[in-house]
Structure formats: C-alpha cells, structure tokens
C-alpha cells in the first residue's frame, strides 16, 4: 500500500527546518508576465533579495523566485 505524505506545512517563525526553494531569475519582471499569460497563482513579497514571488507546487512547496542582482 502507498502511503500519503501530507502536503508541505510553513515553518513557524520559531521553527528550523526546509523553507522551500529558491530560485534567482534574470528578468523578475517578465517571469511575472509570464506567470499571469498562463494564469499562475503566485504571491509577492518582499524576501531577503528584495522584491520577489512565492509560487506552491502540487504538494504546497514554496518557490521563492528573486531578481538576479548581478543581471540589473
């Protein structure tokens, strides 16, 4: 029999553990296009590389993707 994993849980602001992934783009702005043609869900917010936008796969992991500092 197959077990089920439960979908990703945040972390707390108290807890250690997998945060997500993160991803560091060349052009944020057009990724965004991109992401709202095809009707992506995503969040923005402001991460520790600044501007960025969190993105759920099917299990509820976060992928952060922030502009490429060194690409501005």
Known sequence: SSRQI???RDLKQNE???????IMCNDLNMFIGKMK???I???ESNGTYGK????????N??????QNKSER
């Open 16 to 22: 250690i553990g997998f945060e997500g992934i993160r």
């Open 61 to 66: 992991v976060p992928i952060y993707v922030s």
């Open 52 to 59: 960025e936008i969190i993105i759920r796969d099917p299990d």
């Open 6 to 8: 439960p979908p990703f």
């Open 41 to 43: 869900l995503f969040e």
């Open 37 to 39: 043609a095809d009707s």
